[in-house]
């Protein structure tokens, strides 16, 4: 599956380790801007440098021009470019105008669970992301996260 990802999206997958895995399976792209917001702007941090490693090995592709509008813009500018599946976000506001707007999203904790529905990940492996994701999302995305995995059976 090919997905964008915003900034917000990528520095809660890094710091929770699920990164890797995600990125492993997926196709996954981010703008230019989100690369600048992830790793340019924060040079020398333990999460800009494992962004950089898996930009660098190919296992993220960095797309488009850089502009001076927020990356979840260039997000959307990316996947409207054609041939995306969808787009990875767990900003509110623009959750809500993607919803308006008829556009495919998964946010950090729903990706995980799709990636267990899909039997690319354990049911152990996902309670692992989802719990590590916990303190970096909201009360109700992580029981709805939860429980979606409670419900699973292979």
Known sequence: MKVVVDSDVLIKLTKTGSKEVIVSLLDVSIPKRVYEETVTESKG??????????????MIQVQGQSTRDKGEFEALKLYRSGGFELIVSDDRKFLNYLDRSGIPYLTS???IVYLLYKNKISKEDTIKYIDNLKTHISKKQYLTAMSEVQKWEK
Request: proline share 0%.
């Open 45 to 58: 941090c333990i999460d800009a440098n494992k962004i950089q490693h898996n930009i660098d090995v190919g």
């Open 109 to 111: 904790s729903s990706l």
